[in-house]
């Protein structure tokens, strides 16, 4: 059988089919659509303005590595007038991260881009490692996805800039949309598909890859013969989640479209207005100045858990009213250094167009 | 991007601990005297308690939707505006349906208290005629798939166990059958649309019409060349799911009904929540939960009949379901399994989400309230002509920004900024030459998942059924050829073709010359 030409330029031979449309196509077309197709969302979405110093979350992982190269290298084609920096948090997983990280410094030889590593260590005192055997790997991903999340604000902060870019992929958010439902969590299931969300005073976040599917981003380095660290983290035993990632990975087996389908049922429904009033309304942490839904932010929450030695009792909020009744707060406690905003205060959310 | 996930079923009981199977005692939880049968999320009934709390919260479901507008009083009459309409499948859920809706509203079996009237008052539905009357209404699959056995006559004995229900026999593909169209009040149309999915690179669904002869296609060899002609198993089941939804509604209507009853159990309806969300129904799950339906495309003159679609087992789970069966000694003949559609989205959450409820047993519940809590974002556009739900605005604008599929696409040549050519020796993409409006095509009249199931491609290789028209189901054609006239208003031509042929053929007696 003679080999198919690209279904897209129809001269050159194909030589793969894309995961997203099924669609036999050469390697430029399939670089040029990867890379386009990026760049009409960051369009759609408005999520730059020239002049803006985005930082890229960068892990070392496939996302984070791609994110980095296509960020540059449309930054320099369409012109966007992006500073672009690196911004790496070190977890502290002895044997997973220190890896990760040399091929971020990689990276930042690569793409010319300054870096900054933030730790867990410097900024709570504690390591994964540590954290991990205190507290045993059982739910060890919530201290490591609280802490994450707000490293990524500080360490933003201090870089100055006025944008986080993270690698979530259409995958991880399809994925993200399931375990919402399941668990019924519908503060999260409300603003999971919003590709760009700001709080009062939190550094604006988005996801260029909210629509790039996990394949292509594999496809995409392996053609462009990018390096990355491709292992699981070690302390990763979040097994619900392991079942919505099955589950997924099942659907888009058995029609690959399913992925972009549950986005697009994502973005097509909302919260309705009488359960969002009885949604808690944002504050300011009293320990940190992070935002927050309660008085202390969950970081300060599950840090004094650790500090006190009853981490496991502060997962949820009903544990932690009862340590609090247990016994107060005591006055000398390790704290995490008070969170300023680079941002006048504003609130922002920019809803993906649909 | 995320780092966390992978599924280690040696470290599962370490993360999630399991709960006892049931509360402190095995006593039941709600007389406190009986020793429990089952238990229902950690909580004990036995056997006794356990069926009147299955038919209260059937109550509960089903009541404050029949009366058509809720008024002030906090126990009204129940009167419906209409005829009840039941959909039966033999499975286990709408045996339960038929069984609890005669116990409750049909039996006239006034139970009198000692002054010799009637417990729970006039009021009480089963002391009053809440319906006129009441179908069971049964859509025969067997002709889609071969090997399926016709289970009409096994159902009508299991139907006739309740005099008062009338039972009415439907096939799946009726929805090819003129007749059976007209018969259900539709509008005559005297064109067969078909569409052109052949095409495994387009997402365009063009519109192929031609005029009736003797020799037209039966409504069975219709409904095989449809089914043959969708892409994934996905889309069979999902097609066969619509046609019987529609077929049931058209018949509903046609008995003058004004509320039709679904066996949906709680775990079927968290499948059929996730299954819908999985393939881009997101739009509708309000009507996944709870619907109201008019039918399009009736003359402005005649007021349309709103019929209620309700399934008032969606607080019972399969398993109390399977209990209630067995303890009431309910008929359960069962549903055959659908051939050729076991590794489709429907199949494939189905297993899923009963898997899950084994070792996390509030999920389906969970599901069921979390979707209670959406509504769609934007005000619909219309309805999908196919199955005649809600749909969304820019649906296509949308598909195409998400992923390019030729280079043509209009998105690509107003970019802002000068797309570079992957060739440089390449001469510039052309156009589209047409879009959409100008062409008589389905692709604007469907929502985002039945123009999925209709062109969404497995990727385990592609399924080509060459350029052989489709025939779509009976409903679809009046209101797409009356969309054509509203596209054209100035051309009155009662009809509309694309290709020369079938034109050809509709005038060819007054042509003279062949």
Known sequence: ??????????????????????????????????????????????????????????????????????????????????????????????????????????????????????????????????????????????????????ALDRGASTLNVDHIVTGHNADDIAETVLMNIMRGDIARLGRCTVICTQGEDTIKRSKPFKYAYEKEIVMYAYFKKLDYFSTECIYSPDAYRGHARAFLKDLEAARPSAIIDIIHSGEAFEVKEEIKATQKAQQTCMRCGYMSSNELCKACTLLEGLERGMANSVITDRARRKMDELRPAPDILRTIPQYRSPLPAVSVEVAPQS | MSSCGNPDSSEADALMPRRLKYGRSRDCVRCREKPGNIVIRHAVYCRDCFSPLVTLKFRKALQPSINASAGTSKRPRLKADGNLLMAFSGGLGSSLLLDIVHRIYFSNESVLNENEEPVG???????????????????????????????TE??????????????????????????????????????????????????????????????????????????SSLPTQTAISTAIQTFIRILTLYTARSRGASHLLLGTSLTSLSISLISSISQGGGYTTREELQEEWT?????????????????????????????????????????????????????????????????????????????????????????CLLCQRPMQHDIQEWKNRISIRSFGEAKLASDLHTPPNPHNNMPPPPLSSQSIDQTLSLTPHLCYSCHTTLTSRSSRGLKSTGSLPVPLPVWVSPPLLDSARVVNPDEDRGEVFQNRQPMRDAIAEYLLES
Not at chain 1, 8 to 17: E, H, T, V
Not at chain 2, 124 to 147: I, K, L, Q
Not at chain 2, 199 to 223: G, K, Q, V, W
Request: charged letters at 20%; a positive charge.
């Open chain 2, 121 to 151: 008052g006039k009021n009480h539905p089963r002391n009053a005629d809440v319906w006129p009357s009441a179908t069971v209404c049964y859509v025969e699959v067997c002709n889609a798939f071969p090997g399926m056995r016709d289970s």
């Open chain 1, 1 to 150: 059988m003679a080999p198919a030409s690209c279904a897209l330029c129809q001269n050159a031979k194909a030589i793969l089919k894309r995961p997203k449309t099924g669609q036999q196509i050469c390697k430029e077309c399939f670089f040029y659509v990867f890379e386009t197709e990026v760049h009409h969302t960051i369009l759609e979405a408005q999520l730059f303005k020239p002049g803006d110093k985005v930082a890229i979350g960068a892990s070392g992982g496939k996302d984070s590595t791609v994110l980095a190269y296509v960020m540059k290298t449309l930054n320099d084609r369409y012109k966007y007038g992006l500073e672009l920096f690196l911004l790496s948090i070190d977890e502290g997983i002895t044997g997973y991260r220190d890896d990760s990280l040399e091929t971020v410094k990689r990276n930042q030889q690569q793409y010319d881009m300054p870096l900054k590593i933030l730790s867990y260590d410097e900024l709570y005192g504690w390591t994964m490692d540590a954290i991990v055997s205190r507290i045993g790997k059982k739910n060890n991903c919530t201290f490591c996805g609280v802490f994450r999340r707000q």
């Open chain 2, 154 to 227: 096994e159902l009508r004995t299991v139907v006739s166990q309740y005099p008062c229900f009338e039972y009415v026999a439907t096939r799946i593909e009726d929805a090819f059958d003129r007749s059976w169209w007209l018969r259900v009040g539709g509008l005559p149309s005297f064109s067969q649309l078909s569409v052109d999915i052949g095409n495994p690179t387009s997402c365009d669904l063009s519109i192929i019409s031609a005029l009736f002869t003797p020799a037209e296609r039966s409504p069975t060899d219709c409904l095989l060349a449809y089914l």
């Open chain 2, 295 to 383: 039918q399009s495309g009736i003359g402005s003159t005649e007021i349309a009949p709103t019929i209620r679609i309700v399934r008032p087992l969606r607080d019972v789970t399969m398993k109390e379901c399977a209990a209630y069966a067995r303890w009431n000694n309910i008929t359960v003949v069962g549903k055959q399994r659908v051939p050729a559609t076991t590794q489709g989205i429907h199949s494939l959450t189905k297993d899923f989400i009963v898997g899950l409820e084994k070792d996390y047993p509030s999920t389906v519940s969970t599901i069921a309230r979390t979707c209670a809590k959406l509504a769609p974002k934007d005000a619909p556009k219309g309805s």
